[in-house]
């Protein structure tokens, strides 16, 4: 009986360590982040913009064309996707605050993988912040997700001896500090030009260094089951990309933003400085600034797009080298929108859709629907759990958003009727609900009794670019006051897919 019970036990241990056994078949995650990304990529139909390689992504996997942040900030963005709660329940607002302050005990993301037997890595900006001791530090960084220590590289942005030269300048000012060694700035967070060209290889840039590391990651990872999250600085400011990036682009060819006026009628309180570039940067002091300042940030912003994506595609081939893409679900996000200049406006932190809404794009193993657009409206508290369902993990209870695993196998099947996004733009709060056909956007007062102070309301049926806010209409007072009660319905009242339509041939006869 003995010799019987170790033979099982033998043949148990056998199996379970071979090859297409339940553990060998787990899938991995790859987790790809970028930072103020917006969907202007081939793969949604941006002709203009060079990403092959998100394209051939894309081409693997389904391509999300109404996909929306729940608050258009680094920080509150991530914090809301990592956790999949909303703003609301995580208490982030800004780009300091961590998500353990209010929900301490919360399991994010990364952490779900690792509690059940995921070795979890990240390198770069996965939560906000992305150098060790410049900027945020490690202030925004939650050791709990990860098995092993969170890569973050050097803050060091310039790279030309003009760019260098400003920068050391900057610094002794900004910090108040001689330099005592010419590379001291290096250390420190340093906004000198917005845009440079510089003659190097890619891995002399951050994002080109951290693929090296994840490529090496991804070798030493085969063989277990792994969540490897890669979050790439570009295309956020300043604009810096190797110059074979920029070649790519006539500068005279880049187009003017357009519209280039804010919205008519738009409130005040919806608008901001674009305080992101002016004043921030040495070369961009002037508002407005000039055509040619205009084309050169846009060439810049496509330039980054495109050395990203170069990246990426070294990224996937890598994966493909180590015969592990059809075991690997992928997912590809931007933290959030960004205004190049529409709308009046430079960067994010507003409700308009330039900043709500971002790319994201989910290739998994085994769904039937690749190489297709999805066009249903999905937010990023959704991420969250359909990565859990995809890869056979339980979803968390605390979870505020719905996995659309679903939509990866049937994109044009009915889906959930609203998205919300939210700001805060000093004392008022804007909130937005974002339906098939509409934005409805309300302002109050972030202080009670919340006086409403503004309302916007975009058609994007007949006015797809936010040309007028249309809220003040009088025939279009009716809809106002219907879209303000689903607003104060609250997100779980949109939160569940609607029903499937049952096919007339396919019902039960009596």
Same mark, same amino acid.
């Given at each position: 009986?003995?010799?019987?019970?170790?033979?099982?036990?033998?043949?148990?241990?056998?199996?379970?360590?071979?090859?297409?056994?339940?553990?060998?078949?787990?899938?991995?995650?790859?987790?790809?982040?970028?930072?103020?990304?917006?969907?202007?990529?081939?793969?949604?139909?941006?002709?203009?913009?060079?990403?092959?390689?998100?394209?051939?992504?894309?081409?693997?996997?389904?391509?999300?064309?109404?996909?929306?942040?729940?608050?258009?900030?680094?920080?509150?963005?991530?914090?809301?996707?990592?956790?999949?709660?909303?703003?609301?329940?995580?208490?982030?607002?800004?780009?300091?605050?961590?998500?353990?302050?209010?929900?301490?005990?919360?399991?994010?993301?990364?952490?779900?993988?690792?509690?059940?037997?995921?070795?979890?890595?990240?390198?770069?900006?996965?939560?906000?912040?992305?150098?060790?001791?410049?900027?945020?530090?490690?202030?925004?960084?939650?050791?709990?997700?990860?098995?092993?220590?969170?890569?973050?590289?050097?803050?060091?942005?310039?790279?030309?001896?003009?760019?260098?030269?400003?920068?050391?300048?900057?610094?002794?000012?900004?910090?108040?500090?001689?330099?005592?060694?010419?590379?001291?700035?290096?250390?420190?967070?340093?906004?000198?030009?917005?845009?440079?060209?510089?003659?190097?290889?890619?891995?002399?840039?951050?994002?080109?260094?951290?693929?090296?590391?994840?490529?090496?990651?991804?070798?030493?990872?085969?063989?277990?089951?792994?969540?490897?999250?890669?979050?790439?600085l570009k295309p956020h400011l300043p604009f810096v990309a190797p110059k074979k990036?920029?070649?790519?682009?006539?500068?005279?060819?880049?187009? !003017? #933003?357009? /519209? &280039?006026?804010?919205?008519?009628?738009?409130? @005040?309180?919806? +608008?901001?400085?674009?305080?992101?570039?002016?004043?921030?940067?040495?070369?961009?002091?002037?508002?407005?600034?000039?055509?040619?300042?205009?084309?050169?940030?846009?060439?810049?912003?496509?330039?980054?797009?495109?050395?990203?994506?170069?990246?990426?595609?070294?990224?996937?081939?890598?994966?493909?080298?180590?015969?592990?893409?059809?075991?690997?679900?992928?997912?590809?996000?931007?933290?959030?929108?960004?205004?190049?200049?529409?709308?009046?406006?430079?960067?994010?932190?507003?409700?308009?859709?330039?900043?709500?809404?971002?790319?994201?794009?989910?290739?998994?193993?085994?769904?039937?629907?690749?190489?297709?657009?999805?066009?249903?409206?999905?937010?990023?508290?959704?991420?969250?759990?359909?990565?859990?369902?995809?890869?056979? !993990? #339980?979803? /968390? &209870?605390?979870?505020?958003?719905?996995?659309? @695993?679903?939509? +990866?196998?049937?994109?044009?099947?009915?889906?959930?009727?609203?998205?919300?996004?939210?700001?805060?733009?000093?004392?008022?709060?804007?909130?937005?609900?974002?339906?098939?056909?509409?934005?409805?956007?309300?302002?109050?007062?972030?202080?009670?009794?919340?006086?409403?102070?503004?309302?916007?309301?975009?058609?994007?049926?007949?006015?797809?670019?936010?040309?007028?806010?249309?809220?003040?209409?009088?025939?279009?007072?009716?809809?106002?006051?219907?879209?303000?009660?689903?607003?104060?319905?609250?997100?779980?009242?949109?939160?569940?897919?609607?029903?499937?339509?049952?096919?007339?041939?396919?019902?039960?006869?009596?």
């Open positions: 009986m003995k010799r019987c019970y170790l033979l099982f036990l033998l043949a148990v241990l056998v199996l379970g360590a071979a090859p297409g056994t339940a553990e060998s078949r787990r899938l991995n995650v790859l987790f790809i982040a970028l930072d103020d990304l917006r969907p202007e990529l081939g793969c949604y139909g941006q002709a203009h913009i060079h990403s092959p390689n998100i394209d051939r992504l894309a081409a693997r996997g389904v391509v999300f064309n109404r996909a929306y942040c729940q608050y258009s900030v680094c920080n509150p963005s991530r914090a809301s996707l990592m956790t999949g709660l909303r703003p609301d329940s995580t208490g982030v607002f800004d780009n300091r605050t961590h998500f353990r302050r209010k929900a301490p005990d919360v399991v994010a993301l990364p952490q779900q993988f690792k509690e059940h037997g995921y070795h979890t890595q990240a390198f770069g900006k996965i939560y906000h912040g992305a150098f060790a001791t410049a900027y945020v530090g490690r202030r925004c960084d939650d050791p709990p997700s990860w098995s092993a220590d969170h890569w973050y590289g050097s803050p060091q942005y310039y790279f030309s001896p003009q760019g260098i030269e400003i920068a050391r300048q900057v610094y002794a000012k900004k910090f108040h500090k001689p330099l005592t060694d010419p590379d001291d700035w290096k250390q420190e967070f340093v906004q000198g030009l917005s845009t440079e060209a510089p003659d190097v290889p890619d891995s002399t840039l951050y994002d080109g260094e951290m693929t090296d590391r994840a490529i090496r990651a991804l070798g030493e990872l085969k063989g277990k089951p792994f969540f490897l999250a890669v979050g790439y990036y920029w070649d790519l682009y006539n500068r005279a060819e880049v187009k !003017l #933003p357009n /519209p &280039s006026t804010a919205p008519k009628d738009a409130p @005040a309180v919806a +608008l901001h400085n674009s305080g992101e570039l002016h004043g921030q940067y040495t070369d961009m002091r002037n508002d407005p600034l000039s055509e040619a300042q205009a084309r050169e940030l846009r060439h810049g912003y496509y330039a980054c797009v495109s050395f990203v994506d170069a990246q990426i595609g070294r990224l996937l081939a890598e994966l493909d080298r180590l015969g592990l893409r059809e075991n690997t679900i992928i997912v590809l996000w931007g933290d959030h929108g960004w205004h190049l200049g529409e709308q009046s406006l430079w960067g994010k932190h507003t409700d308009f859709e330039l900043d709500a809404r971002a790319p994201l794009i989910v290739s998994a193993p085994s769904r039937n629907k690749t190489g297709t657009k999805c066009n249903a409206l999905v937010e990023f508290v959704d991420i969250f759990p359909s990565l859990c369902e995809l890869a056979g !993990l #339980p979803i /968390p &209870s605390h979870v505020e958003g719905t996995s659309f @695993a679903p939509l +990866l196998d049937a994109p044009d099947r009915p889906w959930k009727t609203a998205a919300f996004t939210q700001v805060v733009h000093g004392p008022a709060a804007g909130r937005s609900l974002r339906t098939d056909r509409y934005r409805f956007t309300r302002w109050q007062t972030t202080k009670p009794p919340n006086q409403t102070v503004a309302v916007e309301l975009y058609d994007y049926l007949n006015d797809p670019v936010e040309l007028e806010n249309i809220a003040s209409r009088p025939e279009n007072a009716a809809l106002v006051k219907e879209l303000a009660a689903k607003l104060d319905a609250g997100w779980r009242q949109h939160q569940q897919p609607m029903p499937v339509p049952l096919d007339k041939s396919s019902r039960p006869t009596r």
